[in-house]
Protein backbone atom coordinates (compact mmCIF):
# COMPACT_ATOMS: atom_id res chain seq x y z
CA UNK A 1 0.00 0.00 0.00
CA UNK A 2 1.35 3.49 -0.65
CA UNK A 3 2.69 5.35 1.54
CA UNK A 4 -0.17 8.11 2.28
CA UNK A 5 -2.92 5.22 1.88
CA UNK A 6 -0.69 3.36 4.85
CA UNK A 7 -0.72 6.75 7.09
CA UNK A 8 -4.26 7.66 6.84
CA UNK A 9 -4.72 3.85 7.93
CA UNK A 10 -2.85 4.40 10.68
CA UNK A 11 -4.30 7.70 11.81
CA UNK A 12 -8.11 6.12 10.79
CA UNK A 13 -7.41 3.67 12.93
CA UNK A 14 -5.75 5.54 15.79
CA UNK A 15 -8.69 8.61 15.78
CA UNK A 16 -11.45 7.11 15.93
CA UNK A 17 -11.38 6.22 19.14
CA UNK A 18 -11.80 9.45 20.58
CA UNK A 19 -12.73 9.81 24.04
CA UNK A 20 -13.75 13.69 23.97
CA UNK A 21 -16.78 13.11 21.66
CA UNK A 22 -18.22 9.92 23.64
CA UNK A 23 -15.92 8.59 26.21
CA UNK A 24 -18.27 5.57 26.93
CA UNK A 25 -19.86 4.23 23.68
CA UNK A 26 -17.45 3.18 20.70
CA UNK A 27 -20.23 3.49 17.86
CA UNK A 28 -23.71 3.72 19.67
CA UNK A 29 -26.50 4.69 18.24
CA UNK A 30 -26.01 3.47 14.85
CA UNK A 31 -28.80 2.93 13.06
CA UNK A 32 -29.44 4.80 9.59
CA UNK A 33 -27.76 3.63 6.30
CA UNK A 34 -25.76 6.25 3.87
CA UNK A 35 -23.72 5.44 0.92
CA UNK A 36 -23.96 1.97 1.90
CA UNK A 37 -22.52 2.54 5.19
CA UNK A 38 -23.54 2.18 8.62
CA UNK A 39 -23.55 5.91 10.46
CA UNK A 40 -25.55 8.30 12.63
CA UNK A 41 -27.79 10.74 11.76
CA UNK A 42 -26.26 13.53 10.23
CA UNK A 43 -27.93 17.20 10.04
CA UNK A 44 -25.21 19.14 8.69
CA UNK A 45 -25.99 20.31 5.16
CA UNK A 46 -22.41 21.74 4.37
CA UNK A 47 -21.16 19.08 2.49
CA UNK A 48 -18.33 20.13 0.13
CA UNK A 49 -14.83 18.36 -1.64
CA UNK A 50 -12.73 20.82 0.36
CA UNK A 51 -10.80 20.13 3.55
CA UNK A 52 -11.43 23.79 4.83
CA UNK A 53 -15.00 22.94 4.40
CA UNK A 54 -15.07 20.16 7.31
CA UNK A 55 -14.45 23.11 9.89
CA UNK A 56 -17.45 25.14 9.61
CA UNK A 57 -19.99 21.47 9.16
CA UNK A 58 -18.63 20.14 12.51
CA UNK A 59 -19.04 23.33 14.37
CA UNK A 60 -22.97 23.33 12.69
CA UNK A 61 -22.97 19.99 14.30
CA UNK A 62 -22.54 21.12 17.77
CA UNK A 63 -24.32 24.36 17.63
CA UNK A 64 -27.46 21.91 16.76
CA UNK A 65 -27.10 20.07 19.75
CA UNK A 66 -26.20 22.85 22.11
CA UNK A 67 -29.97 22.52 23.71
CA UNK A 68 -29.72 18.52 24.00
CA UNK A 69 -28.41 16.49 26.64
CA UNK A 70 -25.30 15.92 27.29
CA UNK A 71 -25.33 12.32 26.02
CA UNK A 72 -27.58 13.38 23.31
CA UNK A 73 -25.08 15.88 21.93
CA UNK A 74 -22.28 13.66 22.54
CA UNK A 75 -23.76 11.27 19.98
CA UNK A 76 -24.34 13.89 17.42
CA UNK A 77 -21.15 15.30 17.71
CA UNK A 78 -19.88 11.58 17.01
CA UNK A 79 -22.41 11.20 13.81
CA UNK A 80 -21.13 13.98 12.12
CA UNK A 81 -17.22 12.84 13.03
CA UNK A 82 -17.81 9.82 11.55
CA UNK A 83 -19.56 11.47 8.92
CA UNK A 84 -16.88 13.49 7.87
CA UNK A 85 -14.37 10.59 8.35
CA UNK A 86 -16.49 8.62 5.84
CA UNK A 87 -16.68 11.61 3.21
CA UNK A 88 -12.77 11.76 3.76
CA UNK A 89 -12.35 8.15 2.15
CA UNK A 90 -12.03 8.47 -1.77
CA UNK A 91 -11.47 4.53 -2.37
CA UNK A 92 -13.27 1.83 -1.53
CA UNK A 93 -14.86 3.64 1.39
CA UNK A 94 -17.44 1.45 2.15
CA UNK A 95 -15.12 -0.84 3.04
CA UNK A 96 -12.32 0.72 4.69
CA UNK A 97 -14.81 2.34 7.00
CA UNK A 98 -16.44 -1.04 7.97
CA UNK A 99 -12.70 -1.95 8.78
CA UNK A 100 -12.39 0.93 11.02
CA UNK A 101 -15.46 -0.10 12.63
CA UNK A 102 -14.00 -3.70 13.37
CA UNK A 103 -10.89 -2.51 14.28
CA UNK A 104 -12.55 -0.51 17.01
CA UNK A 105 -14.96 -3.59 18.22
CA UNK A 106 -13.01 -6.03 17.99
CA UNK A 107 -12.98 -8.51 21.08
CA UNK A 108 -9.00 -8.62 21.58
CA UNK A 109 -5.50 -7.46 19.77
CA UNK A 110 -5.87 -7.71 16.53
CA UNK A 111 -3.51 -9.81 14.93
CA UNK A 112 -4.60 -10.83 11.31
CA UNK A 113 -6.68 -9.07 8.56
CA UNK A 114 -8.70 -12.07 8.22
CA UNK A 115 -10.30 -11.83 11.36
CA UNK A 116 -11.30 -8.32 11.27
CA UNK A 117 -13.89 -9.76 8.91
CA UNK A 118 -15.86 -11.73 11.75
CA UNK A 119 -15.75 -8.60 13.75
CA UNK A 120 -19.05 -7.15 14.72
CA UNK A 121 -20.00 -4.07 12.25
CA UNK A 122 -17.93 -5.94 9.10
CA UNK A 123 -20.25 -7.10 6.82
CA UNK A 124 -18.05 -8.29 3.96
CA UNK A 125 -15.78 -11.11 3.44
CA UNK A 126 -12.36 -11.36 4.16
CA UNK A 127 -11.63 -10.47 0.71
CA UNK A 128 -13.11 -6.96 0.87
CA UNK A 129 -10.27 -6.21 3.80
CA UNK A 130 -7.11 -6.69 1.14
CA UNK A 131 -8.89 -5.36 -1.88
CA UNK A 132 -9.38 -2.42 0.59
CA UNK A 133 -5.85 -1.81 1.92
CA UNK A 134 -4.69 -2.36 -1.11
CA UNK A 135 -6.99 0.07 -3.69
CA UNK A 136 -8.26 2.68 -0.79
CA UNK A 137 -7.40 5.89 -0.64
CA UNK A 138 -7.74 8.53 2.28
CA UNK A 139 -8.34 12.11 1.78
CA UNK A 140 -5.44 13.05 4.63
CA UNK A 141 -5.66 16.49 5.06
CA UNK A 142 -9.85 16.52 5.32
CA UNK A 143 -8.98 13.68 7.87
CA UNK A 144 -6.77 15.87 9.71
CA UNK A 145 -9.41 18.44 9.79
CA UNK A 146 -12.04 16.09 10.98
CA UNK A 147 -10.04 14.85 13.72
CA UNK A 148 -8.87 18.47 14.56
CA UNK A 149 -12.55 19.49 14.34
CA UNK A 150 -13.87 17.48 17.68
CA UNK A 151 -14.50 18.93 21.02
CA UNK A 152 -10.94 19.40 22.92
CA UNK A 153 -10.66 18.26 26.69
CA UNK A 154 -12.12 21.22 28.46
CA UNK A 155 -9.61 22.63 31.38
CA UNK A 156 -11.20 25.26 34.38
CA UNK A 157 -9.00 27.92 32.86
CA UNK A 158 -10.04 27.71 29.57
CA UNK A 159 -6.42 26.82 27.97
CA UNK A 160 -5.35 24.14 25.79
CA UNK A 161 -2.59 21.79 26.44
CA UNK A 162 -0.79 19.44 23.93
CA UNK A 163 2.06 16.83 23.92
CA UNK A 164 4.09 15.62 21.35
CA UNK A 165 5.93 12.73 21.39
CA UNK A 166 7.37 10.10 19.14
CA UNK A 167 5.25 6.33 18.86
CA UNK A 168 7.17 3.60 17.28
CA UNK A 169 5.08 1.20 14.74
CA UNK A 170 7.48 -1.80 15.38
CA UNK A 171 8.13 -4.36 12.03
CA UNK A 172 10.75 -6.53 12.86
CA UNK A 173 9.29 -9.48 10.78
CA UNK A 174 8.00 -7.01 7.93
CA UNK A 175 11.18 -7.61 5.58
CA UNK A 176 9.28 -6.06 2.09
CA UNK A 177 8.14 -2.75 3.91
CA UNK A 178 9.87 -0.31 2.43
CA UNK A 179 11.66 2.64 4.62
CA UNK A 180 11.73 0.77 7.75
CA UNK A 181 14.11 2.80 10.75
CA UNK A 182 15.47 1.42 13.42
CA UNK A 183 13.51 2.25 16.67
CA UNK A 184 14.78 2.40 20.08
CA UNK A 185 12.82 0.39 22.52
CA UNK A 186 13.49 1.16 26.19
CA UNK A 187 14.03 -2.57 28.14
CA UNK A 188 13.38 -3.10 31.43
CA UNK A 189 16.88 -2.87 33.54
CA UNK A 190 19.23 0.05 33.12
CA UNK A 191 21.06 -0.31 29.54
CA UNK A 192 18.77 -2.55 28.14
CA UNK A 193 16.98 -0.80 25.36
CA UNK A 194 17.29 -2.60 21.94
CA UNK A 195 16.52 -1.40 18.69
CA UNK A 196 14.11 -3.10 16.17
CA UNK A 197 12.96 -1.93 12.76
CA UNK A 198 9.72 -0.15 12.27
CA UNK A 199 8.30 3.42 11.82
CA UNK A 200 8.49 6.07 13.95
CA UNK A 201 5.49 8.49 14.22
CA UNK A 202 5.19 11.90 15.73
CA UNK A 203 1.77 11.88 17.31
CA UNK A 204 0.67 15.09 19.10
CA UNK A 205 -2.55 15.19 21.38
CA UNK A 206 -4.75 16.86 23.23
CA UNK A 207 -4.35 16.59 27.26
CA UNK A 208 -7.10 16.44 29.39
CA UNK A 209 -7.91 17.61 33.45
CA UNK A 210 -8.95 15.17 36.22
CA UNK A 211 -8.25 11.68 37.02
CA UNK A 212 -8.12 10.25 33.77
CA UNK A 213 -5.39 9.67 31.27
CA UNK A 214 -7.78 9.77 28.07
CA UNK A 215 -5.93 11.74 25.49
CA UNK A 216 -7.82 13.10 22.06
CA UNK A 217 -4.89 12.79 19.36
CA UNK A 218 -4.80 15.37 17.14
CA UNK A 219 -2.05 14.47 14.35
CA UNK A 220 0.81 11.43 13.36
CA UNK A 221 2.89 12.02 10.95
CA UNK A 222 5.53 9.63 10.25
CA UNK A 223 9.17 10.33 10.28
CA UNK A 224 11.45 9.67 7.74
CA UNK A 225 15.21 8.73 7.40
CA UNK A 226 16.66 12.08 6.31
CA UNK A 227 14.00 14.16 8.52
CA UNK A 228 14.92 16.46 10.96
CA UNK A 229 12.80 15.81 13.99
CA UNK A 230 12.70 18.99 15.26
CA UNK A 231 11.67 20.99 12.10
CA UNK A 232 9.23 17.83 11.35
CA UNK A 233 7.31 18.75 14.97
CA UNK A 234 7.77 22.23 13.96
CA UNK A 235 5.41 22.18 11.08
CA UNK A 236 3.06 19.50 12.69
CA UNK A 237 2.47 21.97 15.43
CA UNK A 238 2.24 25.06 13.21
CA UNK A 239 -0.50 22.70 11.06
CA UNK A 240 -2.19 21.73 14.27
CA UNK A 241 -2.33 25.18 15.67
CA UNK A 242 -3.96 26.35 12.29
CA UNK A 243 -6.86 24.07 12.87
CA UNK A 244 -7.56 24.59 16.17
CA UNK A 245 -7.63 28.06 14.89
CA UNK A 246 -9.95 27.67 12.19
CA UNK A 247 -12.42 25.18 14.16
CA UNK A 248 -12.55 27.68 17.00
CA UNK A 249 -10.98 26.18 19.70
CA UNK A 250 -8.15 29.06 19.62
CA UNK A 251 -9.50 32.83 19.52
CA UNK A 252 -7.46 35.86 19.26
CA UNK A 253 -6.88 36.98 23.16
CA UNK A 254 -6.78 33.19 24.59
CA UNK A 255 -4.49 32.03 26.60
CA UNK A 256 -0.98 30.74 24.38
CA UNK A 257 -1.30 27.36 24.05
CA UNK A 258 0.73 24.81 25.70
CA UNK A 259 3.05 22.60 24.30
CA UNK A 260 5.06 19.74 26.66
CA UNK A 261 7.46 17.56 25.73
CA UNK A 262 10.11 15.23 26.93
CA UNK A 263 13.89 15.68 26.86
CA UNK A 264 14.73 14.02 23.41
CA UNK A 265 13.35 16.98 21.48
CA UNK A 266 15.36 20.42 21.23
CA UNK A 267 13.31 22.65 23.09
CA UNK A 268 15.39 25.63 22.34
CA UNK A 269 14.90 25.09 18.76
CA UNK A 270 11.44 24.48 18.53
CA UNK A 271 11.16 27.77 20.57
CA UNK A 272 12.84 29.71 17.57
CA UNK A 273 10.93 27.69 15.33
CA UNK A 274 7.58 28.59 16.60
CA UNK A 275 8.25 32.20 17.57
CA UNK A 276 5.56 33.49 16.05
CA UNK A 277 2.78 31.53 17.07
CA UNK A 278 0.89 31.74 20.21
CA UNK A 279 2.35 28.72 21.66
CA UNK A 280 4.25 28.07 25.00
CA UNK A 281 6.47 24.95 24.79
CA UNK A 282 7.75 23.54 27.49
CA UNK A 283 10.35 20.56 27.68
CA UNK A 284 12.25 18.53 30.19
CA UNK A 285 15.87 18.95 30.25
CA UNK A 286 18.78 16.64 30.69
CA UNK A 287 20.94 16.80 34.19
CA UNK A 288 24.14 17.93 32.08
CA UNK A 289 22.28 21.21 30.71
CA UNK A 290 24.04 24.62 31.54
CA UNK A 291 22.08 27.52 30.99
CA UNK A 292 23.02 30.92 31.62
CA UNK A 293 21.70 34.77 33.07
CA UNK A 294 21.38 37.78 31.64
CA UNK A 295 24.32 39.34 31.73
CA UNK A 296 25.36 42.44 34.22
CA UNK A 297 25.42 45.97 32.47
CA UNK A 298 29.00 46.78 30.91
CA UNK A 299 30.68 49.74 32.88
CA UNK A 300 31.01 52.82 31.46
CA UNK A 301 34.23 53.52 30.10
CA UNK A 302 34.79 49.48 29.26
CA UNK A 303 36.40 48.46 25.91
CA UNK A 304 35.16 45.89 23.92
CA UNK A 305 31.62 44.11 22.95
CA UNK A 306 29.19 43.71 25.96
CA UNK A 307 28.89 40.60 27.46
CA UNK A 308 26.07 38.20 26.02
CA UNK A 309 26.27 35.48 28.87
CA UNK A 310 25.98 36.19 32.68
CA UNK A 311 26.87 33.96 35.07
CA UNK A 312 26.17 29.92 34.50
CA UNK A 313 23.05 27.88 36.24
CA UNK A 314 24.19 23.78 35.85
CA UNK A 315 21.80 21.72 36.40
CA UNK A 316 24.65 18.88 38.24
CA UNK A 317 25.70 21.81 40.17
CA UNK A 318 23.86 22.59 43.11
CA UNK A 319 26.49 25.67 44.28
CA UNK A 320 25.09 27.60 40.80
CA UNK A 321 21.19 27.07 42.04
CA UNK A 322 21.11 30.57 43.87
CA UNK A 323 19.03 33.68 43.24
CA UNK A 324 15.93 32.23 41.76
CA UNK A 325 13.26 34.22 41.31
CA UNK A 326 10.65 32.61 42.59
CA UNK A 327 10.90 29.65 45.31
CA UNK A 328 8.05 27.97 47.01
CA UNK A 329 6.09 25.03 47.35
CA UNK A 330 3.24 23.16 45.13
CA UNK A 331 1.84 19.42 45.48
CA UNK A 332 2.32 16.47 42.67
CA UNK A 333 -0.31 13.66 43.12
CA UNK A 334 2.36 10.81 43.41
CA UNK A 335 4.92 12.35 45.24
CA UNK A 336 3.31 14.76 47.28
CA UNK A 337 4.73 17.95 48.52
CA UNK A 338 7.45 19.33 45.53
CA UNK A 339 9.90 21.98 46.01
CA UNK A 340 9.62 24.55 43.13
CA UNK A 341 11.82 26.67 42.20
CA UNK A 342 12.50 28.77 38.66
CA UNK A 343 14.64 31.44 37.13
CA UNK A 344 13.79 34.00 34.77
CA UNK A 345 15.63 35.15 31.97
CA UNK A 346 17.94 31.50 31.10
CA UNK A 347 19.25 30.71 28.13
CA UNK A 348 21.79 28.45 26.48
CA UNK A 349 25.05 28.83 25.16
CA UNK A 350 24.15 28.24 21.30
CA UNK A 351 27.41 27.48 18.97
CA UNK A 352 27.18 27.54 14.93
CA UNK A 353 26.91 23.54 14.44
CA UNK A 354 24.93 21.13 14.22
CA UNK A 355 21.16 22.49 13.88
CA UNK A 356 22.69 26.00 13.74
CA UNK A 357 25.33 25.54 11.26
CA UNK A 358 23.68 27.07 8.34
CA UNK A 359 21.40 30.13 10.41
CA UNK A 360 22.38 33.39 8.84
CA UNK A 361 24.32 36.07 10.83
CA UNK A 362 24.76 35.26 14.64
CA UNK A 363 23.53 32.44 16.55
CA UNK A 364 20.36 34.55 19.02
CA UNK A 365 19.90 34.31 22.35
CA UNK A 366 16.62 32.69 22.76
CA UNK A 367 15.36 33.23 26.65
CA UNK A 368 13.19 31.59 28.92
CA UNK A 369 11.98 30.19 31.96
CA UNK A 370 14.00 27.37 33.85
CA UNK A 371 12.01 25.60 36.27
CA UNK A 372 13.64 23.06 38.73
CA UNK A 373 10.87 20.40 40.75
CA UNK A 374 12.33 18.59 43.99
CA UNK A 375 10.29 15.89 45.68
CA UNK A 376 10.06 15.78 49.42
CA UNK A 377 11.69 12.65 50.64
CA UNK A 378 9.24 9.81 51.62
CA UNK A 379 9.71 7.12 53.86
CA UNK A 380 11.32 4.42 52.96
CA UNK A 381 12.42 5.91 49.29
CA UNK A 382 15.46 7.04 47.90
CA UNK A 383 15.90 10.90 47.88
CA UNK A 384 14.90 11.68 43.78
CA UNK A 385 17.02 13.70 41.49
CA UNK A 386 15.83 17.28 40.81
CA UNK A 387 14.06 17.25 37.48
CA UNK A 388 14.71 20.45 35.15
CA UNK A 389 12.20 21.87 32.61
CA UNK A 390 12.36 24.95 30.22
CA UNK A 391 9.77 26.95 28.94
CA UNK A 392 9.96 29.48 25.96
CA UNK A 393 8.50 32.14 28.31
CA UNK A 394 9.97 35.32 30.64
CA UNK A 395 8.19 37.07 32.99
CA UNK A 396 6.29 34.41 34.15
CA UNK A 397 3.60 35.05 37.58
CA UNK A 398 4.02 32.24 39.63
CA UNK A 399 0.50 30.63 38.84
CA UNK A 400 2.30 30.98 35.21
CA UNK A 401 4.68 28.35 36.73
CA UNK A 402 2.47 26.07 37.81
CA UNK A 403 0.34 25.57 34.82
CA UNK A 404 3.73 24.96 33.54
CA UNK A 405 5.08 22.16 35.19
CA UNK A 406 1.60 20.92 36.28
CA UNK A 407 0.92 20.34 32.66
CA UNK A 408 4.45 18.80 31.70
CA UNK A 409 3.20 15.83 34.60
CA UNK A 410 0.47 15.40 32.37
CA UNK A 411 2.62 14.61 29.50
CA UNK A 412 2.39 11.07 30.68
CA UNK A 413 -1.10 10.54 29.60
CA UNK A 414 -0.09 10.33 25.86
CA UNK A 415 2.46 7.49 26.37
CA UNK A 416 -0.91 5.64 28.59
CA UNK A 417 -2.41 6.31 25.24
CA UNK A 418 0.09 4.20 23.51
CA UNK A 419 0.37 1.76 26.09
CA UNK A 420 -3.60 1.26 25.34
CA UNK A 421 -3.42 0.80 21.58
CA UNK A 422 -0.68 -1.60 21.75
CA UNK A 423 -2.67 -3.34 24.08
CA UNK A 424 -5.52 -3.29 21.74
CA UNK A 425 -3.50 -4.42 18.73
CA UNK A 426 -3.90 -0.75 17.00
CA UNK A 427 -0.29 -0.77 15.76
CA UNK A 428 0.42 -4.54 15.51
CA UNK A 429 2.21 -6.29 13.06
CA UNK A 430 -0.13 -8.12 10.65
CA UNK A 431 2.00 -8.34 7.50
Known amino acids: ?57 MTQIGNYGEDLPEAGRARRLLAGFRSQVYRSLTG ?27 A ?10 YDALNAGGVDIGRLRWAVGCVPLPAWPDGRIRL ?4 CNWLRPEAATSAERMFCHVHGRG ?50 VTRRLAAAGHWREGDPDIIVVMDAGYDVIRLAWLLADLPVVVCARLRSNRVFYRPPAPKPPGMPGHPRQHGTPL ?24 VAVAAWDQMHPKLCKDSAWEHHPGKVPIIEGTLIQLRPAPLP ?22 TTLWQAYLRRFDLEHTFLLQ ?4 LLCDVA
Open 92 to 118: RADELFELADAVLCADGPVRDLAGLSL
Open 190 to 239: RNAGQMIPGWPYSVVAALGPGATSWTAPLDAVRLGRDDDPAEVTAAQLRE
Open 380 to 401: GHRELAPMWLWASVTGAAEQEI
Open 422 to 425: GSVG
Open 314 to 337: RCAGQETWTGPALAGDGRAGRHGT
Open 163 to 166: AVDV
Open 120 to 129: AGHRRGHGAV
Open 1 to 57: MAYTEELGNYSLRFNLRCPSVCPYARLSGVSLTAGGHRMPSCESNTVTVEAVAVAPS
